[in-house]
């Protein structure tokens, strides 16, 4: 029943996809905020859909926490599921992502009109570059940043290098930071197809401010919480 079930909600997942993308195209002239009315609607039918059909809910903790200004979010990166999830709870929000998911058919072109922050992670400093200068101006239009540091999907119980970028963004723009754990890979393997039941539970940590802070120091910070936290909700 779980491959049964898992198989129902890929169907769900790439039919609402496809026809949402769709949709999205026509309104990438409207503002910001229309467009992510039209995203929600696809991200509430994808976390009913697990709801209902694989039985798997979530649990959030610490919304309290939230800063009135906007802030850059660094989060653990275990799966697929924290990409469709965050946006149902958190502010508007963009994504630092790598330049080629944009390329993925109906998926990538839905993604282009949220306008994320993406970069060529092959492209080296010019990359860097690239992610502060963009993430600077989405942050200047008051937007939320959401950038996972480790750069890629990690299992459980797994930890890769936290790279410095986040770190010199909020350096350089004096935004505080504020990091987010969860236990999402326990249920939606990174690279699994079946979805097991059970309740993720995501917990939002203190904003932390970085004025007066090196980018290091600032990573490192953020990288002790998280990589704690996680531990706690192993």
Same mark, same amino acid.
């Given at each position: 029943?779980?491959?049964?079930?898992?198989?129902?909600?890929?169907?769900?997942?790439?039919?609402?996809?496809?026809?949402?993308?769709?949709l999205?195209?026509?309104?990438?002239?409207?503002?910001?905020y229309?467009r992510?009315?039209?995203?929600?609607?696809?991200?509430?039918?994808?976390l009913?859909?697990l709801?209902?059909?694989?039985?798997?809910?979530?649990q959030?903790e610490?919304?309290?926490n939230?800063?009135?200004?906007?802030?850059?979010?660094? !989060?653990k990166?275990?799966?697929?599921?924290? =990409?469709?999830?965050?946006?149902?709870?958190?502010?508007?929000?963009?994504w630092?992502?790598?330049?080629?998911?944009?390329r993925?058919?109906?998926?990538?072109? +839905?993604? !282009?009109?949220?306008?994320?922050?993406?970069?060529?992670?092959?492209?080296?400093?010019?990359a860097?570059n690239?992610?502060i200068?963009?993430?600077? =101006?989405?942050?200047?239009q008051g937007?939320?940043?959401?950038?996972?540091?480790?750069? =890629?999907? =990690?299992?459980?119980g797994?930890? !890769?290098?936290?790279h410095?970028?986040?770190?010199?963004?909020?350096q350089?723009?004096?935004?505080?930071?504020?990091?987010?754990?969860?236990?999402?890979?326990?249920y939606w393997?990174?690279?699994?197809f079946?979805?097991?039941?059970?309740?993720?539970?995501?917990?939002? +940590?203190?904003?932390m401010?970085?004025? +007066?802070?090196?980018?290091?120091?600032?990573?490192?910070?953020?990288e002790?919480?998280?990589?704690?936290?996680?531990?706690?909700?192993?």
């Amino acid at each position: 029943m779980l491959f049964v079930r898992s198989l129902l909600y890929w169907l769900v997942l790439v039919i609402s996809t496809i026809l949402f993308s769709i949709l999205l195209i026509p309104l990438y002239l409207m503002p910001f905020y229309v467009r992510i009315r039209m995203d929600r609607a696809w991200i509430h039918i994808n976390l009913s859909a697990l709801k209902y059909l694989c039985k798997l809910d979530y649990q959030v903790e610490g919304l309290e926490n939230l800063p009135e200004k906007n802030a850059i979010f660094l !989060a653990k990166h275990q799966s697929a599921w924290e =990409t469709i999830a965050f946006q149902a709870f958190l502010p508007p929000l963009s994504w630092v992502l790598k330049q080629e998911l944009l390329r993925i058919p109906f998926f990538g072109w +839905g993604l !282009a009109c949220m306008e994320p922050v993406a970069i060529d992670r092959k492209a080296g400093r010019q990359a860097l570059n690239h992610m502060i200068k963009q993430g600077s =101006t989405r942050l200047k239009q008051g937007r939320w940043l959401m950038i996972f540091p480790e750069g =890629t999907r =990690t299992a459980p119980g797994k930890k !890769a290098i936290y790279h410095p970028g986040a770190g010199l963004l909020a350096q350089k723009t004096h935004s505080p930071i504020v990091p987010i754990a969860h236990n999402a890979g326990l249920y939606w393997p990174r690279r699994g197809f079946i979805k097991h039941p059970g309740t993720i539970r995501v917990v939002i +940590g203190p904003c932390m401010p970085t004025t +007066g802070m090196k980018a290091k120091e600032i990573v490192k910070m953020a990288e002790e919480w998280i990589e704690n936290k996680v531990i706690e909700l192993s």
